[in-house]
């Protein structure tokens, strides 16, 4: 606890050294939340396109790495905050993050260009394609293209697509890296848990725009997969929180609804649910997950969630869908205690630099882009779900008003 003079002769109440109150989770706040974000997103956006990537708000310095998975993430991110803001600086800086893309779009190799015709992101040096990579960017680009009218990306978004589809196996399993160079040819790597969804859900975007059913044939046989043989045999306790897979099975429920795959998804929400911090005794850890909760690992449940409460209010699960909404309110105000304010950066060299971003946690100050992208998305998805509820709300009153007196 600590305290600051508010320059009227009274007293802020700091805890963890931020304000205690100004956290309501409203669409009014979350829309100040959203907008700083884009902010620091639009800021972080060099002229070449490239972010930068992490920084260190206590030292005001950058780290030299970088992931081309989180850059299509956080454009992907970014147009999301475009289409509630429509702030211009932010729309440019988001094309100049997607040519960057653009400019790491390689075809396959010497040997497969005979017979296929693909693009997909790849690392310009180590020459390898990560699948998800491909997928988060169908997510940027298709968010882009749905929300501006401008379809000049569409055709390398097929041809994205078109690499997902060369990545699957008959039994839908994926590959995960495409290599480049001969002698990496047939290499094994650690499985990625997050890369089927992102490919999955970027593929469902596609699929939004074209209308094309080859996209969602992959993405059935990919979750089908997931369901029925990868995860079969695992507790529901022990499953993996796949945020990713959770907003592809909402793509899927779009076009068909399938019973293995909605139990799959009930299965995930409740282990993520068997995680969450409804009450601390450290309030500002309700709304996180586990003893020491951390903000991106908290933001991807919540925009799972989102997914799962379209997905339950679709198939006329209201139960879930009021269950998840209680996670979705406070997940929301912890997030925003974990994004950076006027409050919360005035000991940092230079807070303005800070401010719209969001900390790691409360134990570590950086911000990488990744962290402002997933947290801006669940809360553009909690927005949006609390608007739909208050005109449900407004049009059953409005109904009940029009009924003749008894």
């Not at 100040?32 to 997103?41: F, K």
């Not at 739909?388 to 029009?402: C, F, I, P, T, V």
Request: glycine residues 8%; charged residues 25%.
């Amino acid at each position: 606890m600590s305290f600051m003079e508010d320059g009227n002769g009274g007293v802020i109440e700091l805890h963890r050294g931020n304000r205690t109150d100004g956290f309501d989770v409203t669409p009014e706040r979350l829309y100040e939340a959203i907008d700083a974000a884009g902010h620091y997103l639009k800021n972080a956006v060099t002229d070449t396109g490239k972010f930068h990537y992490l920084y260190y708000p206590q030292f005001d310095s950058y780290a030299k790495s970088y992931n081309l998975l989180r850059h299509a993430g956080t454009a992907f991110s970014m147009a999301q905050i475009y289409e509630i803001t429509r702030d211009p600086e932010l729309l440019d800086a988001v094309k100049r993050a997607l040519e960057y893309l653009v400019g790491v779009s390689m075809g396959p190799d010497e040997n497969d260009r005979k017979t296929h015709d693909w693009m997909a992101v790849t690392q310009p040096r180590a020459l390898y394609a990560k699948l998800g990579g491909s997928g988060l960017a169908l997510l940027a680009f298709g968010n882009y293209t749905r929300i501006t009218g401008d379809k000049q990306y569409v055709p390398l978004m097929q041809a994205y697509g078109r690499f997902i589809e060369y990545m699957q196996e008959p039994n839908g399993h994926m590959q995960q890296r495409y290599w480049h160079k001969p002698k990496d040819k047939g290499r094994q790597t650690k499985p990625v848990l997050y890369y089927p969804g992102e490919a999955f859900f970027g593929l469902g975007t596609l699929y939004a725009l074209d209308g094309d059913m080859r996209w969602m044939k992959v993405v059935e046989k990919g979750i089908d997969y997931i369901a029925d043989v990868r995860d079969i045999n695992t507790p529901t306790k022990k499953l993996e929180h796949d945020h990713w897979l959770m907003y592809a099975t909402n793509e899927m429920t779009k076009v068909k609804v399938k019973e293995n795959q909605l139990r799959h998804a009930r299965r995930v929400t409740e282990a993520m649910l068997g995680t969450f911090n409804y009450e601390d005794k450290d309030p500002f850890f309700v709304g996180g997950y586990y003893k020491r909760p951390k903000t991106t690992p908290a933001a991807c449940r919540l925009e799972a969630k989102t997914a799962v409460y379209e997905m339950a209010k679709r198939i006329g699960d209201d139960e879930l869908a009021e269950r998840v909404y209680e996670t979705l309110v406070l997940g929301a105000g912890f997030l925003m205690r974990n994004q950076y304010n006027d409050i919360n950066t005035m000991f940092f060299p230079d807070p303005k630099e800070a401010i719209g971003g969001y900390q790691g946690h409360y134990w570590d100050p950086g911000i990488q882009i990744d962290y402002v992208q997933h947290s801006t998305s669940a809360l553009i998805g909690t927005r949006r779900i609390m608007l739909e509820r208050q005109a449900d709300a407004s049009a059953d009153d409005a109904a009940e008003e029009l009924k003749p007196a008894a």
